[in-house]
Nanobody
């Protein structure tokens, strides 16, 4: 059984930083994409950043240059370093892992990030 457990959310002042971590347990195809999504109240869930098992990264325009995604394949974790946070970054952040063929698609329970001005 695959489980994703996020940690690192919290309350931070605008301009500050947070680091989210996601620990993945269980059997996942070695070729996969790990990503972070977020959902603000009243809005749809949106992709923030993703990283492939080969290390290629992609970012949403609204976080590029401020957030950095990384993964540790040996520890099966994926992290999101968030710098220069803005109030509009406030959302529940979800960790996701998808196998390359999309046969596996798993989500974490989410972690709240609140940025105040």
């Amino acid at each position: 059984q695959v489980q994703l457990v996020e940690s690192g959310g919290g309350l931070v002042q605008a301009g500050g930083s947070l680091r989210l971590s996601c620990a993945v347990s269980g059997s996942i195809f070695s070729r996969n994409v790990k990503g972070w999504y977020r959902q603000a109240p009243g809005k749809q869930r949106e992709l923030v950043a993703a990283i492939t098992s080969g290390g290629s990264t992609s970012y949403a325009d609204f976080v590029r240059g401020r957030f950095t995604i990384s993964r540790d394949n040996a520890k099966n974790t994926v992290n999101l370093q968030m710098n220069s946070l803005k109030p509009e970054d406030t959302a529940v952040y979800y960790c996701n892992v998808k196998s390359w063929d999309a046969q596996q698609d798993y989500w974490g329970q989410g972690t709240q990030v609140t940025v105040f001005s």
